[in-house]
């Protein structure tokens, strides 16, 4: 049986997820105005999908935990909704979906307690009394 890992919110997972979307707008505003084909990617972005994501990050940030089934499953339920309009194609909700679901290990890392390091002092010998 696979081990599930849980992540504590103590608000580190709103600021993870804030990041992971930051660093994923960045990707997108490159991917949209940095490159040859972008204004054809332009035009097959749709409105829906970034309706999907804000639906998706605002029902994460009311959790008080999250694991990596929990992600998954608000992101299953978001998107059937999006499956059954007959405006929005079936392929681009399935891959809309495979694209947040693989942002787990960016947020699982931001949101990991951090190992504090603890350095051992030395010992200090005491000089024998003759």
């Known amino acids: 049986m696979k081990k599930k890992k849980k992540v504590v919110n103590t608000g580190k997972v709103a600021v993870g997820i804030g990041a992971g979307l930051a660093v994923a707008a960045a990707a997108g505003a490159a991917w949209l ?47 059937l909704k999006y499956k059954k309009l007959k405006s929005v194609s079936t392929p681009k909700v399935v891959q809309l979906e495979k694209d947040l679901k693989k942002h787990w290990k960016n947020i699982e890392k931001q949101c990991a307690p951090k190992k504090k390091v603890i350095k051992k002092k030395p010992a200090i010998k005491k000089a024998k009394k003759k």
């Open 33 to 79: 105005y940095g490159t040859k084909d972008g204004a054809k990617q332009r035009k097959k972005l749709e409105a829906w999908m970034l309706k999907a994501k804000g639906e998706v990050m605002e029902k994460i940030e009311k959790m008080k935990d999250v694991t990596e089934d929990e992600y998954k499953e608000v992101i299953d339920k978001v998107l």
